[in-house]
């Protein structure tokens, strides 16, 4: 029963096919679409050899619907750069630089389309990328910005991680090298314990892509290896110092400048009850003072 159902669908996907259904097709590149890639689209039919009433459209997420990418609308431009062209009859689509925000589902339709026969099915283009490496020490967020040089200065004796990072399409691998050794470590992280002076040299993070072997960059960065009290005094340290120094300054002096204002405001109140001048008069002196202006003829008490 399932096989006869199965060979039904595939038999009115064929039927739907030679009646007309065009497709949308990937012309170049051929295999993976890398980002800022050139790409073109064809639509194609099998009953139309002249393409000139068919459209390519681009799903909208934001507006829910499609568009066409042709219609020279304010629609387009607040789009992407796209590039129609209409040579022989044959309808085709380029997106010079292909960004990974511009990934989607795009189809092609008959102009005067009423049913389903005439709307081609959804292509969709998944743009890869690997971006550019960063590397830092021990995922602490002073050194996440200070390590970015290429060299790290590393205390003898103390352990250090260092991690490799890299924004991609797909979750990609990671090893660690050093030069001059068949040694590698297949992690983000590089983990060192007891750094001795042998341990100083090249390291170099390499990642790859996962389904695109073409997509696979590397970043170095030299081990030096120091005494305790010259690391002390690296400048990384003294950028390290002044940027918690000077905060807790600023801090400390608004807490200063703070007290002082409240200790002057005070001043008065404190005083108040204890002069001479307020212990003849009521608690109320300024309402009796201000009541004879508001035009009130009666006492208070
Ligand atoms: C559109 O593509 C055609 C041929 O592919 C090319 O000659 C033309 O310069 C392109 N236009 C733009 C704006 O990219
Ligand atoms: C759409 O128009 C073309 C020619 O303009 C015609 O050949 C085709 O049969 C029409 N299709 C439908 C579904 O009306
Ligand atoms: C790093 O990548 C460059 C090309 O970008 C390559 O020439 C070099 O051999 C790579 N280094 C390592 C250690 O893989
Ligand atoms: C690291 O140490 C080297 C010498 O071992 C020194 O020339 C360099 O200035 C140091 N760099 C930093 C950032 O401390």
């Known amino acids: 029963m399932k096989t006869v159902s199965c060979f039904a669908v595939i038999w009115l996907a064929w039927l739907s096919l030679i009646q007309g259904k065009p497709t949308l097709l990937i012309q170049s590149p051929e295999g993976p679409v890398l980002e800022s890639q050139s790409v073109t689209l064809e639509c194609v039919s099998d009953v139309d050899s002249d393409m000139s009433f068919y459209s390519i459209q681009k799903y909208s997420r934001y507006m829910m619907m499609w568009i066409n990418l042709e219609k020279t609308t304010h629609l387009r431009c607040w789009y992407y750069d796209v590039n129609v062209t209409r040579a022989d009859g044959r309808l085709q689509l380029n997106i010079p630089s292909i960004q990974s925000w511009n990934s989607g589902s795009f189809r ?21 990328y690997l ?15 200070w390590d970015q040089l290429g060299v790290m200065n590393v205390t003898r004796g103390s352990d250090v991680e260092v991690e490799c990072s890299a924004s991609a ?26 750094v001795q002076d042998d341990d100083a040299g090249l390291y170099t993070c390499t990642v790859q892509h996962p389904t695109v072997p073409s997509l696979s960059k590397n ?15 690296g400048p990384d340290q003294m950028n390290l110092i002044l940027m918690t120094a000077v905060p807790a300054g600023v801090l400390l002096l608004i807490i200063l400048i703070l007290a002082v204002y409240l200790s002057k405001r005070k001043a008065p109140i404190v005083k108040g009850p204890i002069d001479d001048h307020s212990q003849k008069k009521p608690i109320y002196t300024g309402s009796q003072e201000s009541l004879p202006s508001a035009g009130d003829t009666q006492p208070l008490v």
């Not at 092609?108 to 890869?128: D, F, G, Q």
């Not at 971006?131 to 002073?142: A, K, V």
């Not at 979750?171 to 992280?189: A, F, H, I, R």
């Not at 970043?219 to 005094?233: A, C, G, I």
Request: glycine share 2%.
């Open 131 to 145: 971006r550019d490496i960063s590397i830092y020490r021990d995922s602490s967020f002073y050194s996440r910005y």
């Open 219 to 233: 970043r170095s960065f030299q081990l030096y290896v120091v005494n305790e009290k010259k690391s002390w005094l």
């Open 169 to 194: 399409s797909e979750t990609p691998s990671y090893t660690w090298s050093k030069q001059g050794l068949e040694w590698v470590q297949l992690s983000n992280k590089l983990k060192l314990q007891k």
């Open 108 to 128: 092609c339709v008959a102009n005067n389309a009423t049913n389903e026969e005439s709307i081609s099915e959804e292509l969709n283009i998944p743009v890869h």
